[in-house]
């Protein structure tokens, strides 16, 4: 008897309408195009303008195309994880209420919040729960409405983050694709230089940490940076080494889509030509728990039954991980 395994079966995405480009951003704070780009890669964000929605659009709309694209009845998915550091309310889970919204009735659904690795957190979890034979859908949505805890007159964070979603339905496999491997990490030392202060049961909101405009994100970009650059590219060294992956035999890099010199410090470790290394970056920035299903959406054409991908993340807390995934079927 074949071992079952987690396959990616069916993408789907949705970004918002509105483009925040480099120009737009000149005029908002002391940047400019050429500073944005030679240090980040961004030349443009999408950004969710309407002030009555929140994650849950993003994440419906994402999971409505994934839904289109593929056939499925929604009330076949058992279960919903909403990948997501900017959750609509405290307390009740915003993937509750978007597997209600499409319709996946017999589900049942939470929220996974790994900073911006939060997805492949998620690709972790939903692939436990399909090897362990209880469930046979999950649908994994990663989708962060960025711009509602960025500070738009600081420079350092702003000309980063963007808004967006996508969707990844996992299914199981007994051909021997899907997931194969995975290395995840964390460190609790690394929370001071990436967080919102505010917020949380530690400082509760008050007037004060309003006006202080603690309640939007901090980054110590140097620190993060350095810690980035080291752990995600070890991390994606280590899952080729221990699976006996020549850099010939990685078809695809999925990096998180932080910052350019991080993903080509990534993909110079593992000694992947660059026509290997999946970037978008530049149309979206770092939509955090999206980038990686945003890849996945974009590129999804390219990609053969077969494929090696390796997928590679970083975010606060700090959070970190590689998954080593075969592609299970062609467009």
């Known amino acids: 008897m074949n071992k079952t395994t987690a396959a990616i079966t069916a993408v789907g995405a949705y970004v918002p309408e509105f483009v925040l480009s480099n120009k737009i951003l000149e005029t908002m704070v002391d ?27 993003l994440a419906i709309r994402a999971a409505e195309d994934l839904i289109k694209k593929s056939g499925i009845d929604p009330a076949e998915i058992d279960l919903l994880i909403l990948a997501t550091a900017t959750p609509d309310l405290p307390v009740a889970a915003t993937g509750v209420y978007v597997a209600t ?19 492949l957190y998620g690709m972790s979890t939903a692939a436990a729960y399909i090897e362990s034979g209880r469930y046979k859908k999950v649908l994994v949505i990663g ?10 007159t600081d420079r350092t964070t702003c000309i980063i983050f963007g808004d967006g979603a996508g ?17 995840l990490r964390s460190d609790g030392t690394g929370r001071e230089f990436l967080k919102i202060t505010a917020g949380g049961s530690l400082f509760p909101p008050t007037a004060e940490t309003v006006a202080n405009k603690q ?60 026509s290997k290394v999946l970037m978008n ?51």
């Open 101 to 119: 919204q499409i319709g996946a009735v017999n589900a049942f659904a939470y929220d996974l919040q790994a900073a911006c690795s939060s997805f």
């Open 215 to 274: 309640h939007y994100v901090f980054q110590d970009g140097k620190t993060v940076f350095k810690f980035a650059v080291t752990n995600m590219a070890e991390v994606s060294a280590r899952i080729m080494e221990r699976n006996n992956l020549t850099n010939e035999d990685v078809d695809w890099l999925v990096p998180h889509q932080a910052n350019r010199r991080i993903i080509d410090a990534t993909a110079s470790r593992m000694g992947l030509e660059d």
């Open 167 to 183: 969707a990844a339905l996992f299914e199981p496999n007994e051909e021997g694709l899907g997931l194969q491997d995975e290395i």
């Open 31 to 57: 940047t400019n195009d050429e500073w944005i780009t030679s240090r980040t890669g961004i030349k443009e964000r999408r950004i969710l303008k309407d002030a009555d929605k929140g994650t849950s659009f």
């Open 143 to 152: 989708a962060d409405k960025m711009s509602s805890i960025i500070d738009y």
């Open 281 to 331: 970056i530049q149309r979206y920035g770092n939509t955090t728990s999206a980038t990686l299903p945003l890849l996945l959406n974009d590129f999804e054409k390219q990609f053969k039954k077969g494929d090696n991908l390796i997928f590679a993340s970083f975010g606060g807390g700090f959070t970190w991980g590689s998954v080593y995934l075969k592609w299970a079927y062609n467009s």
